[in-house]
């Protein structure tokens, strides 16, 4: 048979919408492959679809994981989708065939243990990488307030791990107004103060008319914490091999104490 390949967009809500559309359409589960960019060069004997998202298909997706795959493995997914790897769509696409494959009655199948699996195993190690990133970026990731009143984050990171950063600050900074700003995939997280938080695309530009400089409180704060910092440090002790072990430099154009 010839093999049916649906481009979609590079989200999650994209990717579920395909894998929707396979099951609606009765697609055959084999000979069908969900990608988020068209092959450069294409395949021959294959037939290509362009997929618009649909949100409220992604949600019946997202209901269908969550209650038969359970929510460990819907995290797993999620955060697969998060990285660049050219072959997530299809990893996750096949996690899932095989994961209701496994569903027996009102039980959850825990198909992320399933490591045999090649496509299992690798949406477990692109989950565990964008996880990484995440926990990193969560901890490196520094806010400066800017002469318009608000805070102001700035990071890149390797894998698209934004929406999954946000939750956190939301959660500890609630009556704040701040922006995060992703620099290589151009995109920022915007919360105003005691309300929900948006994604806004090609956000460089923009910001370029909001942010200016730093405030002078700012300024002198940052002086004093990169003096503490200085003061701390045991030059006996230094170890710099450890310390890019701990922090990689990729981290540090953005931190404050590395200024």
Same mark, same amino acid.
């Given at each position: 048979?010839?093999?049916?390949?649906?481009?979609? *967009?590079?989200?999650?809500?994209?990717?579920?919408?395909?894998?929707?559309?396979?099951?609606?359409?009765?697609?055959?589960?084999?000979?069908?492959?969900?990608?988020?960019?068209?092959?450069?060069?294409?395949?021959?004997?294959?037939?290509?679809?362009?997929?618009?998202?649909?949100?409220?298909?992604?949600?019946?997706?997202?209901?269908?994981?969550?209650?038969?795959?359970?929510?460990?493995?819907?995290?797993?997914?999620?955060?697969?989708?998060?990285?660049?790897?050219?072959?997530?769509?299809?990893?996750?696409?096949?996690?899932?065939?095989?994961?209701?494959?496994?569903?027996?009655?009102?039980?959850?199948?825990?198909?992320?243990?399933?490591?045999?699996?090649?496509?299992?195993?690798?949406?477990?190690?692109?989950?565990?990488?964008?996880g990484n990133e995440l926990h990193h970026m969560i901890e490196?990731?520094?806010?400066?307030?800017?002469?318009?009143?608000?805070?102001?984050?700035?990071?890149?990171?390797?894998?698209?791990?934004?929406?999954?950063?946000?939750?956190?600050?939301?959660?500890?900074?609630?009556?704040?107004?701040?922006?995060?700003?992703?620099e290589r995939h151009d995109w920022a997280a915007v919360h105003?103060?005691?309300?929900?938080?948006?994604?806004?695309?090609?956000?460089?530009?923009?910001?370029?008319?909001?942010? *200016?400089?730093?405030?002078?409180?700012?300024?002198?704060?940052?002086?004093?914490?990169?003096?503490?910092?200085?003061?701390?440090?045991?030059?006996?002790?230094?170890?710099?091999?450890?310390?890019?072990?701990?922090?990689?430099?990729?981290?540090?154009?953005?931190m404050t104490e590395f200024q």
């Amino acid at each position: 048979m010839d093999e049916k390949i649906l481009i979609c *967009e590079d989200t999650v809500e994209g990717v579920f919408t395909a894998i929707y559309e396979i099951y609606e359409k009765h697609m055959d589960l084999d000979t069908t492959r969900v990608q988020t960019s068209e092959d450069q060069d294409l395949r021959l004997f294959a037939t290509y679809e362009s997929v618009q998202t649909d949100f409220e298909k992604a949600h019946k997706v997202t209901r269908t994981i969550r209650s038969r795959l359970g929510e460990d493995a819907y995290k797993d997914i999620c955060m697969a989708l998060t990285t660049t790897d050219g072959d997530k769509a299809q990893a996750v696409f096949k996690t899932i065939v095989t994961g209701l494959r496994m569903t027996k009655g009102n039980k959850i199948a825990y198909v992320m243990d399933n490591l045999s699996d090649a496509y299992v195993r690798k949406v477990m190690t692109l989950s565990r990488n964008a996880g990484n990133e995440l926990h990193h970026m969560i901890e490196f990731v520094r806010f400066e307030e800017v002469t318009q009143g608000f805070l102001m984050a700035r990071f890149s990171a390797r894998n698209k791990i934004l929406p999954m950063m946000v939750p956190h600050f939301a959660d500890r900074l609630p009556s704040e107004n701040f922006i995060i700003y992703d620099e290589r995939h151009d995109w920022a997280a915007v919360h105003p103060a005691r309300c929900d938080w948006v994604m806004v695309e090609g956000a460089g530009a923009k910001l370029g008319l909001l942010v *200016e400089e730093v405030s002078d409180s700012e300024t002198n704060y940052q002086k004093l914490y990169r003096h503490f910092v200085d003061k701390i440090a045991i030059d006996d002790r230094r170890n710099y091999e450890l310390q890019r072990n701990m922090l990689p430099i990729r981290f540090r154009k953005y931190m404050t104490e590395f200024q």
